[in-house]
C-alpha cells in the first residue's frame, strides 16, 4: 500500500491551495482516509477525515476553511485549504486506515486507527 502526497507548496497569507495524495496497493474500498499535519515542535494533529461514503469530519481549525474529498474512482484524496495562516504550516500527512471503527469517534481513536501513511509534504505559510 502506498500513499504519496502531492510537492511542497509555499502561499501567502490569505491564500489558497489544494493536496493530493494518491494512493494504490489495496482493492478494499471500506477504509477512513484523513489529512494530518505537525508543525515543527508540536506533535501530529489531525485535519479532515472523510469515509468510504463521503462523509467527513474536521478539527476545529479547519472547519469552514478546508474541505476534504476523494475519488474512490481515481483513488486520490484531495483537501481544498482556504484563507491560510502562518499557523497552518506543517508537514501534511495522507493517511488510511482499514479498522472497525473507520472515521468515528475522537482524533485520538482515529489516528490509531490509520494503518498506512504518506512520507508528508512541506506546507508554508508565509506572513
Known amino acids: 500500500v502506498q500513499l504519496v502526497e502531492s510537492g511542497a507548496v509555499s502561499v501567502q497569507s490569505g491564500g489558497s491551495l489544494t493536496l493530493s495524495c494518491s494512493t494504490s496497493g489495496y482493492t478494499d474500498r471500506d477504509y477512513c482516509m484523513g489529512w494530518f499535519r505537525q508543525a515543527p515542535g508540536q506533535e501530529r494533529e489531525g485535519v479532515a477525515r472523510?469515509?468510504?461514503?463521503?462523509?467527513?469530519s474536521y478539527a476545529d481549525s479547519a472547519k469552514v476553511r478546508f474541505t476534504i474529498s476523494r475519488d474512490n474512482a481515481k483513488n486520490t484524496l484531495d483537501l481544498q485549504m482556504n484563507s491560510l495562516q502562518p499557523d497552518d504550516t506543517a508537514m501534511y500527512y495522507c493517511?488510511?486506515?482499514?479498522?472497525?471503527?473507520?472515521?468515528?469517534?475522537?482524533?485520538?481513536?482515529?489516528?490509531?486507527?490509520?494503518?498506512?501513511w504518506g512520507r508528508g509534504t512541506l506546507v508554508t505559510i508565509s506572513s
Open positions: 493517511a488510511a486506515g482499514f479498522s472497525l471503527n473507520g472515521c468515528s469517534g475522537s482524533w485520538g481513536a482515529v489516528f490509531d486507527g490509520m494503518d498506512y
Open positions: 472523510i469515509d468510504n461514503y463521503g462523509s467527513s
